[in-house]
Nanobody
Framework: VQLQASGGGLVQAGASLRLSCACS????????LAWFRQAPGKERKFVAS????????YYADSVKDRFTISRDNAKNTVYLQMNKMNSEDAAVYFC????????????????WGEGTLVTVSS
């Protein structure tokens, strides 16, 4: 399974950005999909995840009500819509696939994509 994240860039505080992660080489609906982020010198942290069917979503408290995760099983792609961004959102964002759980634990992810850098200017 290969995951390819894209959509990162430089945004101003308060602006929006949408990340995409395309999945290939596997059966997309077998995986819960998630976004994690890692700031310089810090651990990779959970941001959001979505169940295999797309019916359940989970969010870190820090992004709840600002970020929305979604998936398009026909396009084998997961998205992260980020609104009202602030400086704490600046990080490298990684998408991951979890074949067993809900995608909320960094140590349970089966596959990772390469990260995409998000920078927020004040």
């Amino acid at each position: 399974v290969q995951l390819q994240a894209s959509g990162g860039g430089l945004v101003q505080a308060g602006a929006s950005l949408r990340l995409s992660c395309a999945c290939s080489g596997g059966i997309f609906v077998r995986y819960a999909l998630a976004w994690f982020r890692q700031a310089p010198g810090k651990e990779r942290k959970f941001v959001a995840s979505i169940s295999r069917s797309g019916s359940d979503e989970y969010y870190a408290d820090s992004v709840k009500d600002r970020f929305t995760i979604s998936r398009d099983n026909a396009k084998n792609t997961v998205y992260l819509q980020m609104n009202k961004m602030n400086s704490e959102d600046a990080a490298v964002y990684f998408c991951g696939a979890d074949s067993v759980g809900a995608g909320t634990r960094v140590d349970r992810m089966d596959y990772w994509g390469e990260g995409t850098l998000v920078t927020v200017s004040s």
